[in-house]
């Protein structure tokens, strides 16, 4: 079966190489960008199956990369996991207007992600067979 | 004999008149007790006994006529005189609300302003003038308080407790308002509302304090889930790598510096709580200013010589002993030498120099690092401000460390400054005053 790809966004380094250690561990294809700028780029090249997001990065953050994400992929829904540590009201708000969207509050568990990943990819799975 | 007059004409007229005479002797007396009677009527009891005859009684009537309008002419100064309190004090009450700090409008029982002060044109932009004698949706420019106000419009016994909206006026939305609007009772009849009483009030400060600190807040939360983040991240790599020694030490080496991170933020955070609430005391002692910078910068240099830095301290053969307090003052240097070190360039150069003049003693503390852009150089010294820049995130920092030392250099009445050229490099100047230092060491 074909790999699932994942991109992976946060601007601290300690954290993509740990979640990425753990992902192709679990024999995942992974990408990594350091802002929502890079990420969309690698979007426009291949869209992933799942994107896992850091929200307070420079140049674009994870909420402006969502909202673009949205805006000139209406037609595709891709999962975007948050990694968050956030919990003002404000910014829920926003956040609740997208689709699609996941949050995962830190200090987070790769190994939780993984899992949690496995399971998506099972259930939609399951999904289409039954579909 | 009788008869005899009777049979005379003129004895029968003279009979008759006398009988004539007697009915009306009769139906007088009659009429003159009748009267006499209504008279006594009118005395009070106490009086009614001893009105004997009509004279007596019309002369006790007179008496007592006489007593009842002096009664009712005193009675009409007391109650002008109450008339002349009673404005007196409406007066006072409106001149109190008209000189009150906040905006104050008061609605009647139809709904209609019957106050408004002066203060409504300054706060909310609206003069009295164009409120009093109407209904709110006469004056009222904003709809989320006029849904409030219309509420009560001609009836305003649907009021039974206070109610307050908050909003910010068309023309000064810089500005927050709240408006509370209460009933207005009499003593005697509390569950009746016979008016509204509406206050607006500026809480700009109060709203901005209090947003602040939910920022401050959701910073320090962020700031302390991020390294929180990357240990928790490592520990489980520790968990899963099994025997790489490799990859333990580079485990052990991220988590111990993510700690040493958490560590340093709360205490900088403390610190610079403590300094903002005005719970530390500053400690001044008389030092020799020329020996403690030395040996601060001693210390910064034996840190960041691991860091393939130079250094250069050129300070002058004496420099004035200053009155500072030393444990505060240290804090403020090693933030400002840590930042020269931590920007800097592999190779590069940190130079502290001091110079002094008759008002102030000045440390100039330059590097020649990645400088910082124009637009950062304004927000340096905010809390938990970084900037954009790849140069700054690519490094380390929880923008704690010279927001503090601004707050230290100030507390000692001194001024921290900075001039940078990006890609060249930045100099942060503080200069203390000796004369303010004298005068504060003499207080």
Redesign the interface.
């Known amino acids: 079966m074909e790999k699932k790809r994942i991109l992976l966004i946060d ?2 380094p ?2 993509i190489m ?2 990425k ?2 992902l192709l ?1 679990s024999g995942y294809e992974v990408e990594t960008a350091v802002n929502g700028l890079e990420a969309l780029k690698r979007v426009s090249q291949q869209m992933p199956d799942v994107i896992v997001t850091d929200i ?1 990065m ?2 674009m953050n994870g909420l402006d990369f969502c909202e673009q994400l949205r805006s000139d992929y209406p037609e595709r829904e891709t999962l975007v996991i948050i ?1 968050t ?4 009201r404000d910014f829920r708000e926003r956040a609740s207007s997208l689709e699609n969207v996941e949050f995962f509050e ?6 939780k992600l993984v899992i949690h990943l496995n399971e998506f990819f099972e259930n939609r799975e399951c999904a289409i067979q039954d579909g | 004999m009788i008869q005899e007059q009777l049979s005379n004409p003129i004895g029968i007229v003279l009979a008759a008149l006398a009988l004539g005479g007697l009915a009306l002797c009769i139906w007088q007396h009659r009429q003159l007790v009748r009267a006499r009677n209504q008279i006594v009527g009118l005395l009070p009891d106490t009086k009614q006994k001893e009105a004997g005859s009509l004279p007596f009684a019309l002369s006790l009537l007179d008496q007592h006529v006489h007593e009842k309008i002096k009664y009712l002419k005193e009675r009409r100064q007391d109650a002008e005189t109450e008339t002349k309190a009673l404005s007196y004090h409406h007066k006072k009450l409106l001149s109190v609300l008209e000189v009150f700090p906040e905006g104050v409008v008061i609605l009647d029982q139809a709904g209609m302003a019957s106050f408004a002060n002066r203060k409504m044109e300054s706060l909310v932009g609206i003069a009295k003038e164009d409120i009093v004698g109407k209904p709110p949706h006469d004056w009222c420019n904003d709809d989320k308080v006029l849904n409030l106000l219309v509420r009560y419009e001609g009836n305003v016994t649907r009021l039974r407790r206070s109610e307050t909206v908050e909003f910010s006026p068309a023309d000064k939305s810089d500005k927050t308002l709240a408006v509370t609007v209460s009933p207005i009772s009499l003593p005697s009849q509390p569950d009746t509302t016979i008016g509204v009483l509406i206050l607006f009030r500026d809480i700009t400060a109060e709203s901005m304090a209090k947003r602040s600190r939910d920022d401050f807040v959701a910073h320090v939360s962020h700031e302390l889930k991020s390294p929180l983040n990357v240990i928790k991240m490592h520990s489980e790599l520790l968990l899963d790598v099994g025997d790489d020694p490799q990859q333990r030490i580079c485990s052990i080496n991220v988590i111990n510096d993510e700690v040493d991170r958490v560590s340093n933020m709360i205490t900088d955070l403390l610190n610079i709580t403590r300094l903002e609430v005005g719970s530390v005391s500053i400690e001044r002692k008389r030092i020799r200013f020329r020996d403690f910078v030395a040996d601060v910068f001693a210390k910064m240099q034996r840190a960041g010589e691991e860091n393939n830095l130079r250094f250069k301290l050129d300070l002058p053969q004496s420099l004035s002993h200053m009155s500072i307090d030393k444990d505060l003052f240290r804090i403020a240097l090693n933030n400002i030498l840590s930042n020269a070190i931590k920007y800097n360039r592999p190779g590069g150069l940190v130079t502290l120099e001091a110079e002094e003049n008759d008002e102030s003693v000045i440390l100039r503390i330059t590097d020649t690092g990645v400088g910082i852009l124009p637009e950062d150089q304004e927000r340096i010294f905010e809390k938990f401000y970084r900037s954009d820049d790849d140069d700054v995130t690519s490094r380390s920092g929880h923008g704690l460390g010279l927001s503090l030392a601004y707050e230290i250099i100030v507390l000692h009445n001194g001024q921290l400054r900075v001039e940078s050229e990006k890609g060249k490099g930045t100099t942060f100047t503080i200069e203390l005053g000796k004369t303010s230092n004298l005068l504060k060491e003499a207080v």
């Not at chain 1, 540590?85 to 003002?88: P, Q």
């Not at chain 1, 830190?106 to 190994?111: I, M, N, V």
């Open positions: 601007d601290e300690h954290v740990v979640i250690h753990f561990k307070q420079p140049k990694m540590s956030r919990t003002e830190k200090p987070l568990s790769p190994k």
